[in-house]
Every structure is written in structure tokens, then in C-alpha cells.
């Protein structure tokens, strides 16, 4: 089954230099092991491939049921050098939330997890 | 006190102000919402010293954030009478002048003689930037790796972020209110705890504990439900939010909390939300006192807007401080107009197309030329999913270059469009966009060993 990421997680991101950081939060604690399963570096990585210019680094947090991702080269320099509108990074959390995972339909039903609309 | 009764006592921290610029009346109502021990203010985002540089350079007087001052009026009573006490990185580039105009509003009070400030320095690292590369500290950017001599004479300020221990001296030399210049945001919550209850300077947990307990209410109401994307539509009252309050113990553990009558929540996910924020590697979470681990945090319920934090760890502090530097890195500045229905996407798409051409034509460089489409696809680029047309799109468009000339240039060619350019076209009242000086920041490392905190008391 699909499961939109932004009906099983909340998030909130921020920024260090041009490095934009997005923590992801599993709304239910059954439902982070499907979250840190699906949200790998790589996936991670082509979800924002033409979005940031660099390397995705991914960290575990399960005692908050969270993962950590830091994105690099991501701000357009970042800071006062920026020119975008997010020039810190603040909306980042919510275009990691557009990802849709692909969850096998029996672990799905059996977490209860929200199927994407179809 | 017995044993029993010490090790349950609680010593309160609350938080009244995230950044510089954060809600006037926070500090006030932080104070007179309900009991709280220490009012600890977070005023220095990454520029701001050099913000603050510039205004000290124009007048010896100034370079410190003047709604400290406001803020200080508004709960001098507190500090006064009921002996609340307040720490502040509110010093900028110069904690003294600051705490001297704390003082002057508190003879103004009629509180004279009542006031006791410490005054951290020996942040201030750019009289002495020249002796340290030459001696051998090159402050090598910490993303870039360039060492500083690349951007040497373009240096604004340069400010070691201190950690809790002159803080915790100048509260054990009975200051009523402390201010600082780069102090970590963090600190400015541990000292407090740290000096109530004694905490050694390698009790690594315990350290560990006050840091954390710092992070989590250094951007005030970020963790009581601003900015709360979990089930944002029933967070209450948020017209009315309530700062996060640390309720400390001397076992590192503490709880989250907030004035009851206040708006807002404060809950697990909204606590988590916080302690995300900013994060980089989350076991090693490195600051002047000891490096946290974030993931040894634990959090748990514990009422009605209340979370209980506890089983934190930590880690001895490297023999490294990090430092701030400021530089000026050419200019910018950014225009925008409005385009309407129907085909609004498509007429702000003509105008780039044609302000573009009309920049190449005039042989302008720039380092960066930067489009957006406010309301298609500013926040989320090209992850951004058509739902249909836009019934209007702010066309913002922003050049940066070491050039001042080409930028200007750029300033003149956007209000032309408006007549001459695609049609429905509005929004341009502001008129020409202003040229900014980019003053970039420079984070790098430095020895321990070479920088000297100091503590003044001043009465």
C-alpha cells in the first residue's frame, strides 16, 4: 500500500550555514520502524535530487521515535548570503513530508496505517 | 534542608525570549504568570554581532540589544522585590555599556543600589584575530576549510561562544542579573541550574541534562506550540501563548512546563519538535561544557502541559571553542511585483524571461541570479505538486554580486516592467528594491587555552 509520510510523521527543520536539517517524527511509535526503514540516505537523496546541490547524511533517534536528516547545499549559501525565501531552511520539513512510502499491504493494515488517497 | 527536601527541590528557568526581535511582552509575562527562580533572555542570532559591531563603530555607546532594556523595565519589580534573576547574551559587542543602561533605567525605577550586574566578557576575539593567526590558530571556516586570511580584511567581529562557568561565577558572586556577550544560546539555561545545585565542571550528565534543558526553551515558544506543526489546528489560544519554563532537579531531570492560563501546549511531540530543531549529529551535540547525546534523551507525560525529560548523558568537552566571525561579502538585493489571473504563472515566467535578457544585454554579472514564483513554488521548488492554476504569483527575483555597481543596476530595472513588461501587474508600491551589504558568518574552531572569559560586577 502507499502511505503518505505526512499522515504518519510531523516535522521541523532548520538550518546551520547552507546545511538544512529536517527532523521526522513518527506520529504513532509503532509506526517509526516503518518510517526509519523507508526514509533511507538514497531515497532520501533522490527525493530532494535538483532541490540541494550536495550529500544527505541520515541519523537515528529512536528513543524519540525520530530520524535526523542533515541536507547540505541547500540554502543557496545559506544565512545573509541566501537569496531564497527559506534562506534558513524553515519549510524544509514539510517537502520531506511530500514523500510517499510503499508499505507491504499486511504489516500496513496491521499497524493501521493511513492508505494515501487513491 | 534535609537530604529528602534537597534532592526534590526544584530551581525554575523560564524562558522570555527566543531571539532578538521576539515577543515584547514575553519577559513580563514570564515573571508575573506564575513562580519562576530565573528569566533567561537569547538575543544573538549568528550576525547579529556584527549587526551589532557596525552600531558600536557609529557610536562607542551602543552595539548591544536594546530590547533588553525595554525587557529589564518590564520585570525590573520581579528582580527587585522578589528576587527573580535574569541572564541575558544581550551584551552584543559591548556587555558593558549595556549593563550600564540596565542600571540607569533602574535609577530611573527608583531601585538605585538595589541592582547588582555581572558582566561577562573576553569573547571578543577581533583585537586579538592578528596574534592568533600569526601564532598559529589560522580560524579555518568549519564547512569550507579556507583559512580566515582568505577573508581577513573583510573581518567584522569575531566572538568566541562562551560556555556556563563565568556565568555560574558571576551568580555565585551574587549578580541579579547577568549579561553576556557570545555566550551558547544553551548556557544561558545550564549556568543557572549548574550554580543552584552545585553541579561539578565534569559532572558530564548532569551538564549534559542543563544543555539539553537549554536547547529545548532557548527559542522560546518554538516548544509550547509556535511553530507546532503536529495537529496544528487545536494547539489553544496561541494568541496568548506561554513561554516553556525548566522545572530543574539536582538529578539532572526536569520538566517542561508553563504558566497555567496560558495559551499554547506543551506535550511530547511538541517538546520533540524543539529538540530536532537545528540538529546535526545527534550524539554529539558539542558545546563549551560537554558534548550531549541526544539519544540517550527520554521523555515521558507528566500532566497537563507538562513532559518529564530525564536519563540524559554526556560526554567530556573537547579542548575546542567555537567561534563567530562576521565578513563583509559583497551585495545584494531582491525585487518582486505581483502578477493576477488569468495566466499569472505564465505572465511573472515572460517577465523573468525579459528581465534577463534585458541583464545579459547590459553585460551585468552577477554571482548569484536567483527567480522564485511566490505561491507556486518559492517554499518547495520543484517538489511542488500543480493543484490546479494560481489564482495570482509574486515574481521575486534576487541578484548577489561583489559588485555594488551591477546590483545597483538590477535596483532600477524591475519598476519598468510595470509599463512595459507582461500585463496585470501589480504590488510594486514599495518601489526599487534596496542594495544590502551581505555580511556573511564564519564559523570556525579555536584553542581553549587562548581564550580568557572575565567576570565584572558592576552595582
Known sequence: MKVRLVDVAHARSGDKGDTANVGVIALRPEWYPIIAESLTMERVASHFAGVIDGGVERFELPNLNALNFLLHGALDGGGTLSLKTDAQGKVFSTAMLRMVLDVDDARGRALALPAAPV | ?459
Open chain 2, 1 to 459: 534542608m534535609t537530604s529528602s527536601a534537597a534532592k526534590h527541590r526544584i530551581v525554575r528557568v523560564a524562558s522570555g525570549q527566543g531571539f532578538w526581535g521576539d515577543w515584547l511582552d514575553a519577559p513580563r509575562r514570564q515573571v508575573e504568570g506564575g513562580p519562576v527562580d530565573y528569566l533567561m533572555l537569547d538575543y544573538l542570532a549568528e550576525v547579529t554581532m556584527s549587526i551589532l559591531q557596525k552600531q558600536k563603530e557609529r557610536d562607542p555607546s551602543m552595539g548591544y540589544a536594546r530590547d533588553f532594556i525595554g525587557a529589564m523595565e518590564s520585570v525590573l519589580p520581579a528582580v527587585v522585590e522578589r528576587g527573580v534573576r535574569v541572564v541575558a547574551n544581550a551584551g552584543g559587542v559591548n556587555p558593558l555599556a549595556c549593563a550600564r543602561a540596565v542600571l540607569d533605567v533602574a535609577r530611573e525605577r527608583g531601585a538605585a543600589g538595589k541592582l547588582t550586574i555581572g558582566i561577562v566578557t573576553g569573547d571578543d576575539l577581533l583585537p586579538r584575530l592578528d596574534e592568533l593567526i600569526t601564532s598559529g590558530h589560522p580560524l579555518a571556516n568549519m564547512e569550507t576549510g579556507e583559512p580566515l586570511d582568505t577573508v581577513r580584511d573583510r573581518v567584522l567581529s569575531a566572538n568566541a561562544y562562551l560556555g556556563s562557568t563565568p556565568i555560574v561565577d558571576a551568580l555565585a558572586r551574587g549578580a541579579h542579573v547577568v549579561v553576556t556577550g557570545r555566550s551558547t544560546d544553551t548556557a544561558l539555561t545550564m549556568a543557572p541550574l549548574r550554580h543552584e545545585f552545585g553541579w561539578a565542571a565534569d559532572d558530564w550528565d548532569r551538564l549534559a541534562a542543563g544543555i539539553i534543558a537549554g536547547h529545548i526553551i532557548e527559542c522560546g515558544a518554538q516548544c509550547s506550540g509556535g511553530n507546532c506543526l503536529y495537529d496544528w489546528r487545536n494547539v489553544p489560544d496561541l494568541a496568548n501563548v506561554g513561554y516553556p519554563i525548566v522545572e530543574g532537579q539536582s538529578d539532572g531531570s526536569f520538566v517542561i512546563t508553563k504558566h497555567p492560563e496560558t495559551g499554547g501546549w506543551i506535550n511530547v511531540p511538541s517538546v520533540t519538535e524543539q529538540l530536532v530543531y537545528e540538529m546535526g549529529d545527534p550524539r554529539s551535540y558539542i558545546t563549551p561544557d560537554v558534548v550531549a547525546d541526544f539519544t540517550s534523551i527520554r521523555l515521558a507525560p507528566d500532566g497537563e502541559n507538562r513532559v518529564r525529560v530525564f536519563g540524559i548523558t554526556g560526554r567530556p568537552a573537547t579542548d575546542k571553542l567555537k567561534v563567530s566571525i562576521a565578513y563583509r561579502a559583497g551585495f545584494k538585493a531582491i525585487g518582486s511585483l505581483v502578477y493576477a489571473w488569468p495566466d499569472a504563472l505564465e505572465k511573472a515566467q515572460l517577465a523573468d524571461r525579459v528581465l534577463r535578457e534585458r541583464l545579459d544585454a547590459m553585460g551585468l554579472r552577477f554571482d548569484q541570479l536567483l527567480t522564485e514564483f511566490v505561491g507556486v513554488s518559492a517554499a518547495h521548488g520543484p517538489l511542488t505538486v500543480a493543484t490546479g492554476e494560481a489564482p495570482e504569483v509574486q515574481w521575486r527575483v534576487g541578484v548577489r554580486s561583489s559588485d555594488r555597481k551591477a546590483v545597483e543596476r538590477f535596483t532600477r530595472e524591475i519598476a519598468p516592467l510595470v509599463l512595459n513588461g507582461p500585463p496585470t501587474v501589480t504590488g510594486f508600491a514599495g518601489g526599487r528594491p534596496k542594495v544590502e551589504e551581505i555580511v556573511a558568518y564564519w564559523p570556525a574552531l579555536v584553542d581553549k587555552t587562548v581564550v580568557r572569559p572575565h567576570v565584572e560586577m558592576l552595582a
